[in-house]
T-cell receptor, first 109, second 114 residues
Framework: DAKTTQPNSMESNEEEPVHLPCNHS???????IHWYRQLPSQGPEYVIH???SNVNNRMASLAIAEDRKSSTLILHRATLRDAAVYYC??????????FGGGTRLMVKP | DADVTQTPRNRITKTGKRIMLECSQT?????MYWYRQDPGLGLQLIYY???????NKGEISDGYSVSRQAQAKFSLSLESAIPNQTALYFC?????????????FGPGTRLTVL
């Protein structure tokens, strides 16, 4: 399993960009890097994923280091609704997700 | 309508009782999963099924069993509930493997075992 390391918590101001880091030094060459977030009292929801190249979607951007040992989830303008626990996960060919503790993002108005 | 539904949403039961949690999905996915989440922690995989005839144990399967009644339905049973099984339970689905398919989660079932 690809183990990931994330800070326990981060704080941001509303409408400012947020960069959430993740280390995954043991990731294999074929593991995709997935990000999910879990809003209070809800199930996790998919945010974004990538393999080698940086990725953008309507929710966020994902910047993947050239050596793939780390990645950063970028929320371009944090809103109060982005306050959640963000999980960085290495997803292998079996599509098995191993959740760590994630990063709790707090957004201040 | 939600793509992944779970019933019940909340359940309180007593030690020793048998309980079943149900999951249904309308996404047409072959793969389904059951996770458990303890307070303040990430999710742990209990069981997963890649199709109706394929069921596999996850990290923490002891004390649990599952049934895949159809492509759309995957049930989790606690044969004899105990208090440390008090947790949030999530069902999820995904398309075929390959590492690039995301999982879609249900709203969760909050189970309390007294």
């Amino acid at each position: 399993d690809a183990k990931t390391t994330q800070p326990n918590s981060m704080e941001s101001n509303e409408e400012e960009p947020v960069h959430l880091p993740c280390n995954h030094s043991t990731i294999s060459g074929t593991d995709y890097i997935h990000w999910y977030r879990q809003l209070p009292s809800q199930g996790p929801e998919y945010v974004i994923h990538g393999l080698t190249s940086n990725v953008n979607n309507r929710m966020a951007s994902l910047a993947i280091a050239e050596d793939r040992k780390s990645s950063t989830l970028i929320l371009h303008r944090a809103t109060l609704r982005d306050a959640a626990v963000y999980y960085c996960i290495g997803n292998n060919a079996g599509n098995m997700l191993t959740f760590g503790g994630g990063t709790r993002l707090m957004v201040k108005p | 309508d939600a793509d992944v539904t779970q019933t019940p949403r909340n359940r309180i039961t007593k030690t020793g009782k048998r309980i079943m949690l149900e999951c249904s999905q309308t996404k047409g996915h072959d793969r389904m999963y059951w996770y458990r989440q303890d307070p303040g922690l990430g999710l742990q995989l209990i069981y997963y099924s890649f199709d109706v005839k394929d069921i596999n144990k996850g990290e923490i399967s002891d004390g649990y069993s599952v049934s895949r009644q159809a492509q759309a339905k995957f049930s989790l049973s606690l044969e004899s509930a105990i208090p440390n099984q008090t947790a949030l339970y999530f069902c999820a689905t995904s398309g075929a493997g390959g590492g690039y398919n995301e999982q879609f989660f249900g709203p969760g079932t909050r189970l309390t075992v007294l």
